[in-house]
């Protein structure tokens, strides 16, 4: 059973910044080799949304509208982890941030992938004004 573990939230100030970390476990050969990875959100009272995804190769990535030009997801396949950078924080970034893998033969499947396999317990962002 792949095992998803999440670290590198906190609470910052509006403008601040965070990099968020997956690291990835207990995944077969192959989904080492082909995995799509996600970086999840659930504010209080809204529902879970995408935030970012990323391909084995690193090169293959999706973000969604709100984050463009502030997140940046990036992976280390020799560490089996993903981070994700957060700049210019909005209150409106507040959520619990999940990171998510499943195994994707080709990247075309893990462009702003919503379904996956396996998620972390999440991190807990707060964004304060």
Known sequence: QVQLVESGGGSVQAGGS????????QASTYTVRH???GWFRQAPGKEREVVATIYTDGGTTFYADAVKGRFSVSRDNVKNTVYMQMSSLKPEDTAMYSCAADSVVDSYYCYGRVDFAWYGRGTQVTVSS
């Open 18 to 25: 965070l990099r968020l970390s997956c690291e990835m476990s």
């Open 35 to 37: 995995n799509c990875m």
